[in-house]
């Protein structure tokens, strides 16, 4: 039976097999690269709908727009799909847009035969995600998926009334999801700046008397903690492994083997480059991965000081293009202004605070995703 196992219990009956291509039209974007102008119409590409921000686009000329206008344009009500690199993202177009786009994008154009923001949730949805995926031409790079393809993928339809009520009802949870989305990119934004304010001493903490402490003193990193690096042989790649194997990404793997014990902060030294990750317990590094291990400052202040001076050193690094790595000699020789230990304890005490806050905001946020998840599952065919 075509029925969805949740329903609004108001609706009955079977929903309605139809080919995509026998709802709608389907269009791509322009196939040649356009000479991009500093003002202009706004030019949209996949990073926009994978990124879902529409804000900060290229722009093409209006001559370049007009021409393409001619087979086809984008408006409010219509789909922008992706279908080269990244496949089956979807962005209903809820706003009055003006724009041209690439032709790694798909457009979906509305119709009278369906709801535009029902079938935006329905792309969403696993059965048609499979479709797509089995549809997709995966020995191209970047893989792609044809027009033709995506218009032979099938959907299931109910009655317009109720695609109304299941596009209005997971639309107001969508808003709930970027309510949340926001909420987290205030915190981050926030702990960013006043990171910046805290390490470049803009601002300063006061002691139990309310008084000044100590003008904080420059000092080698050598001095405050011992700096390793990790082995160039290691026995990895286990995901069964017993501890944590640290490389120069930023995601660890496991080893079935450790070489090191205790509280560290690792650096990466190269890809990477200036990538700080905290932890305590047995683990393992790779060779151009730096260990610092046996602290003579507070441990946490010096791991959230060192995230945010090495990502801005790294991102300036890559900018000029000087060097895409950081050898142990130049950890050893960096010069870091360090604060008294009372006050370093006051600032990773404030800043913890700050990150368990950001944990909580994420873990609502990735509630709401789940949350969401399941409703597509059960509310779709």
């Not at 926001?182 to 910046?196: A, S, T």
């Not at 202040?301 to 000029?320: D, E, G, I, P, V």
Request: a positive charge.
């Amino acid at each position: 039976m075509n029925v969805p196992g949740l329903r609004f219990k108001e609706f009955s009956g079977e929903w309605q097999e139809r080919r995509l291509s026998d709802l709608a039209k389907i269009y791509d974007g322009t196939h040649q690269t356009p000479h991009y102008t500093k003002t202009g119409v706004p030019f949209y590409s996949v990073e926009h709908v994978t990124g879902n921000n529409f804000n900060k686009t290229k722009y093409v000329s209006e001559e370049v727009y007009q021409k393409e206008l001619g087979r086809v344009a984008v408006e409010k009500g219509d789909i922008l799909m992706t279908r080269i690199g990244d496949i089956g993202t979807a962005k209903y177009v809820s706003w009055n847009v003006r724009a041209s786009f690439y032709v790694s994008l798909a457009l979906i154009k509305q119709s009278n035969k369906y709801n535009s923001e029902f079938l935006d949730q329905y792309i969403k949805t696993d059965t048609f995600q499979n479709e797509l995926w089995r549809r997709t031409i995966h020995v191209a790079f970047p893989k792609k998926i044809n027009l033709g393809e995506i218009g032979n993928c099938q959907t299931y339809m109910p009655a317009p009334q109720e695609q109304q009520k299941i596009a209005e009802f997971l639309t107001s949870v969508d808003k709930r999801i970027e309510l949340q989305d926001k909420r987290v990119k205030l915190l981050q934004r926030y702990k960013k700046g006043i990171m910046q304010k805290i390490f470049s001493q803009q601002i300063r903490f006061k002691d139990e008397n309310g008084k000044d402490y100590p003008d904080w003193r420059k000092k080698k990193l050598s001095d405050l903690t011992s700096i390793t690096t990790g082995k160039k042989d290691v026995n990895a790649g286990n995901p069964k492994g017993k501890y944590r194997f640290y490389t120069c990404a930023k995601k660890y793997t496991y080893s079935d083997e450790y070489s090191f014990e205790g509280e560290a902060i690792m650096i990466a030294g190269n890809a990477e480059v200036g990538l700080c990750q905290y932890y305590s317990g047995k683990f393992e590094a790779y060779q151009r991965t730096y260990v610092l291990q046996n602290f003579g400052v507070n441990s946490l202040f010096l791991f959230k000081y060192l995230s945010h001076y090495f990502r801005n050193y790294a991102l300036s690094l890559k900018q000029t293009g000087a060097m895409s790595f950081i050898k142990l000699g130049m950890l050893k020789d960096f010069v870091v202004p360090i604060p008294s230990n009372k006050e370093q304890e006051k600032v990773a005490e404030f800043l913890t605070t700050i990150d368990d806050k950001i944990e909580i905001e994420k873990y609502k946020l990735r509630q709401a995703k789940q949350f969401k998840k399941a409703l597509l599952q059960r509310m779709f065919v």
